[in-house]
């Protein structure tokens, strides 16, 4: 057991709050939440009318620079963008020295801290704002362009390079799937779908990412440091990872015969360390507002391209088997947005090794308006403490008496 009192008489007061439940380490201006009523605002602008009425690269603006683009504004910052989509030929190089069945996430969390290495200038924490811009456009710009291609080194597809006419989603799905040898043509519900899923990820204040983004910008470490450190964090499958978790459940759960009783038991058993993915959420205790729109979304998705998937009908009984279990509704369990991304991204025939990849490039202007909101605070480097509960002093025993 720890003793306070000493503890008190040697350090002070510490809170001791494992995982940072209830402790504000920051004060931000950029998104609202409120867990108890499923409230999202980016910037004060309800998410479901971003969702349904904005262009990601407007929010992504929104985010950034704190207010919604003029015409003018959103010209300037799409075509500045369009301007960086290229990566440096060198880079490609990069591709072709990792296993074709490396996971993209740590291929782009690779990558991104790379370009620092090529834009060196970033590295400068007195840099001018027009320099900073400059930074902040380039990974808007190359993230995509990254995704695809360690998609397309995985296939061992040639790499499609960005086609510049295209809008942001467009580009990417471009990217994505098209072959040199083939016309592609990309349903502009898919687009759509994309749009919209993007913004839903956008940002979710100091989550395990952007805290990261955040501690790690503190000790003035570049943006792209900073971002890969938040690609890192975001790769875990209780954070980012957890859409792929949900269709490597659902999957297990369709070759076990799909008795999806068996699977919410096995979830409620305490001696069992399975857990439904996709179902909980650390701030959001009634519903969370994303996972709604994006359930009419996936429901959209579904019926305009005609897909049957058993994964979807394994989904929904989950969905109502837990939404009436006690088990679910005494700890407020309820279905959170990866539950439904997963299954959309699989529609739009994203593979499941990519979905957090997706996950990442929706939640990068989110990233970057935390990093410069820290920056602009001018907060202290970011440092927590500890309960120290090792061993007492103790001498060097010398390795032959051990
Ligand atoms: N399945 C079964 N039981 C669960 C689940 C689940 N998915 N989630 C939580 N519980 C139970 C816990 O066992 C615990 O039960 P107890 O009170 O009897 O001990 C209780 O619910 C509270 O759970 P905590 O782990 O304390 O909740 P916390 O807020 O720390 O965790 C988290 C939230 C990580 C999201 C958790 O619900 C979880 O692991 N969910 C599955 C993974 C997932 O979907 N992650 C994505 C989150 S959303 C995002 O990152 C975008």
Sequence with gaps: AIDISALRAKT?????????????????????????????????????????KASFLEV?????????????????????????????????????????KAHPMGVLASMVCSLSTFYPESLNPNRSEAEFDLTIHRLLAKLPTLAAWSYKNAMRHPFMYPKNNMEYCENFLYMMFAMPTEEYHIDPVVISALNKLLILHADHEQNCSASTVRIVGSSQANLYASISAGISALWGPLHGGANQAVIEMLEKI??????????????????DPFRLMGFGHRVYKNFDPRATIIKKACDDVLEKLG????????????????????????????????????????????????????????????????????????????RPRQVYVGATERDYVDIEKR
């Design 307 to 382: 897909i049957v998937d058993p994964m979807l009908d394994i989904a929904k009984k989950l969905e109502k088997v837990a939404l009436e279990d006690d088990y679910f509704k005494s700890r407020n369990l309820y279905p959170n947005v990866d539950f439904y991304s997963g299954i959309i991204y699989r529609a739009l025939g994203i593979p499941t090794e990519m979905f957090t990849v997706m996950f990442a490039l929706g939640r990068l202007p989110g990233w970057i308006a935390q990093w410069k909101e820290m920056i602009s605070n001018g907060e202290p480097i970011g």
């Design 12 to 52: 002070g007061y510490i809170t001791l709050d494992f995982g940072y439940k209830n402790t504000g380490s920051t004060k931000s201006a950029i998104t609202y939440l409120d867990g108890e009523n499923g409230v999202l605002r980016y910037r004060g602008y309800p998410i479901e009318q971003l969702a349904e």
């Design 60 to 100: 992504a603006y929104l985010l950034i620079y704190g207010e919604l683009p003029t015409k003018a504004q959103l010209d300037n910052f799409q075509s500045s963008i369009t301007k960086h989509t290229l990566v440096h030929e060198d880079m490609k190089q990069f591709f072709e020295a990792y296993p074709a």
């Design 254 to 271: 369709h070759n076990d015969g799909g008795d999806v009783d068996k699977w919410v038991a096995k979830a409620k058993d305490k001696e």
